[in-house]
């Protein structure tokens, strides 16, 4: 059976060349970066390379890169690192439609006294910034605002957010998790103070992720007990994974803006196809600012996860909308700030897309998902249509 993989926002494929990369530093090249013999030397020398192409990659200095365990350490290590530097009380700001690995630490660093503000967003998924502005009038501030939304793809314009937010005087976070390899990051242009991304959103593996500290930022460490990344991030480095991670932003530089108006163009089409062969079709979040790579779409009278379920019987793969808690299927935190009546966020499919996407494979998603929708509409108990 065909296989077609759009659940690229879940976690990519690693990159043929990324684990090219990698494999030297399983077998010959496995000493320690901090040994002062040659087999730490050896090492080193391609961690820093590594750091140097992540730099790249956004446009950073190498020294202002750390590397991390994943995406989550990055986040957390930013929003409780820049926090406790602080010493005193702060204004936490962020956004309701955050991942859960920055909404949770902020949600804990306001148990232990600190002023949380969590912002709403318009039915399109975009920011008031008359409402962040007021925000930051409270006091002190870090501010974690996402690039790009991880399920309904919906881009924040975070240049005019940070520009807000230092002229206030404000520490600025943003998850680039979903942004990093898919948009064009430059930190010289943007006074951004602290970025995360993560390797296995951008064809490097999973367990391996940065965090850039743009230098004078205070962060305290999360992990104590080593003198790893300048004192920054303690923990023997996991070389081949950075070295992974530096390959996989190297082909990012290399091939990102080709390949996401080839990506953006097959998300198009595969847009277009649903709206016309499927009825009660809603698309979630702002599409004129929206990663080129997603589309949230709901299914108006029919569960998300029986979509899925029959999707995945033909062998293609996306995500819903969903989560299954306490056996009841509570529509994502997401689609509820975006206030997508419940009808209709019950029934969201996320499809998201990568390099190693083809024509193909919409024809074929194309071909199967008109079918299994009016099947599901057909038994469905809120719609018999
Ligand atoms: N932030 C966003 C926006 C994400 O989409 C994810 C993963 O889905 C994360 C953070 C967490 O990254 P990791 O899986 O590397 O911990």
Redesign the pocket.
Known sequence: MRQVYLDN??TTQVAPEVLEAMLPFFTELWGNPSSMHPFGGQVRKHVELARQKVAALIGADPSEIIFTS???ES?NMAIRGAVEAAGERVIIITTRVE?P?VLEPCRMLKERGHHLVELDVDGGGRLKLADLEQALGLGQALVSV?WAN?ETGVIFPIPAIAELVKAAGGVMHT?A??AAGKLPIDMRRMPVDLL?L?G??LHAPKGI?ALYIRKGTRVRSLLLGGHQESGRRGGTENVPYIVGLGRACELAVQKQAEEMTRVAALRDRLQRGILESCSDVLINGDPAQRLPNTLNVSFRYIEGESILYHLSDCGIAASSGSACASGSLEPSHVLRALGVPFIAAHGSIRFSFSRYNTDADVDYVLDQLPEIISKLRAISPFKST
Do not use: E, R
């Open positions: 926002n879940a994943c995406g989550t986040d991942h690995a996402m991880n998850d998790v979903q995360s993560s296995h959103k992720g």
